[in-house]
């Protein structure tokens, strides 16, 4: 019996078509919970910062994108200045309608009162980032966030990545 096993055994090891499948399962199943570790761990360790942390720690990043998302975060860190005093933001429609979108072939998306039409960083004053009015006097802005350069590009970076799975950005009218 134990001669059979073996040679079932040397058999099934020869297949190409199974030992290719066997390899490929192990590799997906190896790379998923390698990916997984490493997004949920790396998030923190390349931030570094804990007043950044304590600002995007509860935000929701999808895993497929958090490699990409953790690459932009190291560039920004590479060719910020430390001491910057700037602010992470957001534009909000104030008013229910249609508002231009360069980011979209229609160029216009529809929002509703409080909806957000932009996130952003600036290391200007509210009234000089905006000199020549907002690009639509629907729009307000609402400072989020203050912190150095790099602070608040990190914190505008993940907030980017989180908004665009968020309900909000999912459920909007498209022309």
Request: hydrophobic share 40%; charged share 25%; proline share 3%.
């Amino acid at each position: 019996m134990q001669t059979q096993v073996l040679i079932s055994s040397q058999k099934f090891s020869k297949n190409p078509l199974t030992i290719l499948l066997i390899t490929t399962i192990l590799g997906l199943f190896f790379y998923g919970i390698t990916t997984f570790w490493v997004a949920s761990k790396s998030l923190e360790e390349v931030i570094d910062d804990d007043v950044v942390w304590q600002e995007v720690k509860d935000l929701q990043i999808p895993a497929e994108t958090m490699e990409k998302m953790i690459s932009e975060i190291e560039g920004i860190k590479a060719k910020t200045r430390i001491g910057n005093p700037c602010a992470q933001y957001v534009l909000e429609a104030t008013l229910d309608g249609w508002y231009y979108c360069h980011h979209l072939p229609s160029k216009r998306i529809y929002l509703n009162a409080g909806q957000t039409w932009k996130i952003g960083k600036t290391c200007m004053e509210d009234d000089t980032r905006y000199q020549g009015g907002f690009p639509d006097e629907r729009l307000l802005m609402f400072r989020e966030f203050e912190g150095t350069a790099e602070q608040c590009l990190l914190v505008e970076k993940v907030k980017l990545y989180a908004y665009f799975l968020s309900t909000e950005n999912m459920s909007r009218t498209l022309p």
